[in-house]
């Protein structure tokens, strides 16, 4: 190959042209969502909103159920450049702060996981169904159980 050909494609993979997208933009907006519990099948609704923090870049979400559900939470999710990956911590009413690891988007995929000493072993599944829609399950791992769906839901931006 000419060295100038080789060049030529070193600087436009270097060109702010071919900027990767933002993978948290998907996120961003208003989400409304109905599910259930597992596996009392009981409904659930939740409201969700995603928001850039202008200083920092971060994703902040806030999550809040719909009567008769209590679960309030706030989040944080950015890129931890040292481990290579994404960081989340969730603050809410019922376990306190949690921190949550993600190796960004697999196919449609965005997996939050928590394995802490001594705490349960956790995930948040988001899975882009559309443009506009997604779904979430939240997987609980109980006494060291194997994952298992404590609650899904199907969720609408706008």
Same mark, same amino acid.
């Not at 070193?10 to 907006?29: K, Q, T």
């Not at 949550?100 to 948040?124: H, K, L, M, V």
């Given at each position: =190959?000419? #060295?100038? *050909?080789?060049?030529?494609?070193?600087?436009?993979?270097?060109?702010?042209d071919?900027?990767?997208?933002?993978? *948290?933009?998907?996120?961003?907006? @208003?989400? #409304?969502?109905?599910?259930?519990f597992?596996?009392?099948?009981?409904?659930?609704?939740?409201? =969700?909103?995603?928001?850039?923090?202008?200083?920092?870049g @971060?994703?902040?979400?806030?999550?809040?159920? $719909?009567?008769?559900?209590?679960?309030?939470?706030?989040?944080?999710?950015?890129?931890?450049?040292?481990?290579?990956?994404?960081?989340?911590?969730?603050? !809410?009413?019922?376990?306190? *702060? /949690?921190?949550?690891? +993600?190796?960004?988007?697999?196919?449609?995929?965005?997996?939050?996981?928590?394995?802490? @000493?001594?705490?349960?072993?956790? $995930?948040?599944?988001?899975? /882009?169904?559309?443009?506009? #829609?997604?779904?979430?399950?939240? =997987?609980? +791992? /109980?006494?060291?159980?194997? *994952?298992?769906?404590? !609650?899904t839901? @199907?969720?609408?931006?706008?």
């Amino acid at each position: =190959m000419p #060295t100038s *050909l080789l060049i030529a494609g070193l600087m436009a993979v270097a060109s702010p042209d071919s900027v990767a997208p933002d993978p *948290l933009a998907y996120f961003e907006g @208003a989400w #409304t969502c109905a599910g259930h519990f597992e596996p009392s099948k009981k409904p659930l609704a939740s409201a =969700m909103t995603f928001s850039r923090d202008p200083d920092t870049g @971060a994703l902040l979400k806030q999550h809040r159920d $719909q009567a008769p559900g209590t679960y309030k939470a706030n989040e944080t999710w950015s890129f931890a450049k040292v481990a290579g990956g994404f960081r989340a911590s969730t603050a !809410d009413g019922f376990s306190g *702060l /949690r921190w949550y690891a +993600s190796p960004g988007w697999e196919g449609d995929r965005w997996t939050w996981t928590r394995q802490g @000493a001594g705490e349960p072993g956790e $995930q948040f599944v988001y899975s /882009r169904t559309g443009p506009t #829609t997604m779904t979430v399950d939240w =997987m609980i +791992s /109980r006494a060291g159980a194997p *994952l298992s769906l404590g !609650d899904t839901l @199907a969720c609408t931006k706008g």
